[in-house]
């Protein structure tokens, strides 16, 4: 980088440090490097002498914003709005955009993104990366739906507009690509008018058979529906939940929500989340919803990302930290394995309080997408002697009943099950093997998991 003028070598500044994903684990040395333009990100990729990774808000649960040694290009100064379309409406930004940054600026306009993940954190190309779903795929898909084109700076330092007609294959691996094909700079994201207010309807759900029934219903009545499961109980209770459906409400106007949360300053110790502890807590979660069940108004932030009231969440699980799973099984076969699946969570005593079952609508549209119709199962698995052991038995559960793992929660997955879980892994890697021959870009995660090929 010496070759750089002093201003660039000063903006472009790298620190080294041990990094770790939103799980805590795994860890990993890596330097980073913050630029200010697409000049500058350009110029980290044509100098730098080692193996580079785009990273974004760093929210990925597992190894996939590490890359032990080598450089992270962090893209959060890349945060500029370029043009908002009121008319169409969409609007045109720099990828280190957050989604609780395009929340605040849309919101005056009655203007919404229609696809969210669970918080408000995620950078706009770290979304594109892992083509994310929210609480309402089955009526919008996932954030690549409503991609009108993504500007991706290559290895090469050429930026190529990419559009799902003009360029389907470097579109289609660079949606849910994990940041492998390039830096995502730019994209142009349709909206939707939709109030700032969501009325919330709650109903709880005695098992997992009634649950699952509820949310097939729900999927073709709510604009909004999602489960909060209990993952400790057992027997005639397995799987019993909360079941939320949400509208806009009448009006343009909602409830603001409030930008105070509570912080947690300090590590909790590993071992006071436990069967005991979770179990009482699941009991009374469940039951502060009546039998009747019950509605109430709420700003769409905090109905869209609820965990973003407790700072620093992830550190509930301790220093050790937790994985976390997350699998979609096809509607066939979804309410046996996800019935093995809990059973098996449960067995082991692993204390997860924060379970989240979903339905899913069609296929994404990018090579390593996750998203295919059926159930999706989010589970919390604090990271303690015999967790991998459950993860690679909840793994084959996956296998067996024809569902796959969501790459951008995995720490754990094994390099044999990916092909078969993601059966567009050769078209991804044609791409790779065309736009970055020599694997310039990489992660822990692709290593992990084979996902360039070639050993």
């Known amino acids: 980088m010496a070759d750089l003028p002093l201003d660039a070598q000063r903006r472009l500044r790298s620190a080294t440090a041990v990094r770790g994903g939103w799980g805590r684990y795994p860890r990993a040395t890596m330097s980073a490097w913050r630029p200010e333009s697409p000049e500058d990100a350009a110029a980290l990729l044509l100098r730098a002498d080692g193996p580079l990774l785009p990273v974004g808000g760093l929210r990925s649960y597992g190894d996939q914003a590490l890359l032990t040694g080598g450089g992270a290009i962090r893209m959060l100064r890349l945060n500029r709005f370029l043009a908002l379309d009121t008319a169409t409406p969409a609007v045109e930004c720099e990828a280190g955009v957050t989604f609780g940054e395009l929340l605040e600026v849309l919101a005056p306009h009655g203007l919404s993104v229609p696809v969210s993940p669970g918080t408000r954190f995620v950078t706009l190309g770290g979304a594109i990366a892992n083509d994310v779903h929210g609480k309402n795929h089955d009526r919008?898909?996932?954030?690549?739906?409503?991609?009108?084109?993504?500007?991706?700076?290559?290895?090469?330092?050429?930026?190529?507009?990419?559009?799902?007609?003009?360029t389907p294959e470097?579109?289609?691996?660079?949606?849910?690509?994990?940041?492998?094909?390039?830096?995502?700079?730019?994209?142009?994201?349709?909206?939707?008018?939709?109030?700032?207010?969501?009325?919330?309807?709650?109903?709880?759900?005695?098992?997992?058979?009634?649950?699952?029934?509820?949310?097939?219903?729900?999927?073709?009545?709510?604009?909004?529906?999602?489960?909060?499961?209990?993952?400790?109980a057992a027997g005639a209770r397995l799987g019993r939940g909360v079941l939320e459906t949400a509208e806009p409400a009448a009006d343009t106007d909602g409830p603001r929500a409030s930008d105070r949360w509570l912080a947690?300053?300090?590590?909790?110790?590993?071992?006071?989340?436990?069967?005991?502890?979770?179990?009482?807590?699941?009991?009374?979660?469940?039951?502060?919803?009546?039998?009747?069940?019950?509605?109430?108004?709420?700003?769409?932030?905090?109905?869209?990302?609820?965990?973003?009231?407790?700072?620093?969440?992830?550190?509930?699980?301790?220093?050790?930290?937790?994985?976390?799973?997350?699998c979609v099984l096809p509607e066939a076969t979804a309410p046996t394995g996800l019935a093995r699946i809990l059973e098996r969570v449960t067995a082991s005593g692993r204390a997860s309080f924060l379970a989240v079952l979903k339905t899913l609508g069609a296929e994404g549209a990018g090579h390593l997408s996750f998203p295919r119709p059926g159930f999706t199962l989010a589970l919390d698995i604090p990271r303690r002697p015999g967790s991998l052991e459950l993860l690679a038995a909840l793994e084959r559960l996956t296998l067996e009943h024809e569902g796959r793992v969501y790459l951008a929660k995995d720490s754990a997955l094994s390099a044999e099950s990916v092909p078969v879980m993601?059966?567009?892994?050769?078209?991804?890697?044609?791409?790779?093997?065309?736009?970055?021959?020599?694997?310039?870009?990489?992660?822990?995660?692709?290593?992990?998991?084979?996902?360039?090929?070639?050993?």
């Open 264 to 326: 947690l300053p300090f590590d909790l110790p590993g071992g006071l989340l436990n069967r005991w502890t979770v179990g009482a807590f699941n009991a009374l979660y469940y039951r502060r919803i009546p039998v009747g069940g019950r509605t109430r108004r709420l700003p769409l932030a905090r109905f869209l990302y609820p965990l973003d009231a407790i700072g620093g969440w992830n550190r509930l699980y301790g220093r050790a930290g937790f994985h976390q799973f997350q």
């Open 140 to 166: 919008f898909g996932a954030v690549g739906a409503h991609l009108d084109w993504i500007d991706l700076l290559l290895v090469s330092g050429e930026v190529r507009r990419l559009t799902p007609s003009g």
């Open 170 to 232: 470097l579109f289609a691996a660079t949606l849910g690509g994990c940041g492998l094909t390039g830096l995502i700079l730019r994209a142009r994201l349709r909206l939707q008018r939709t109030s700032q207010a969501v009325e919330v309807r709650y109903s709880r759900h005695d098992n997992l058979e009634a649950l699952m029934a509820a949310l097939v219903e729900a999927r073709n009545a709510a604009s909004y529906s999602v489960a909060w499961l209990d993952a400790v």
């Open 422 to 455: 993601y059966p567009r892994l050769p078209a991804f890697r044609r791409v790779l093997a065309e736009v970055d021959p020599e694997a310039r870009l990489q992660s822990d995660m692709a290593r992990r998991l084979g996902l360039r090929g070639g050993g």
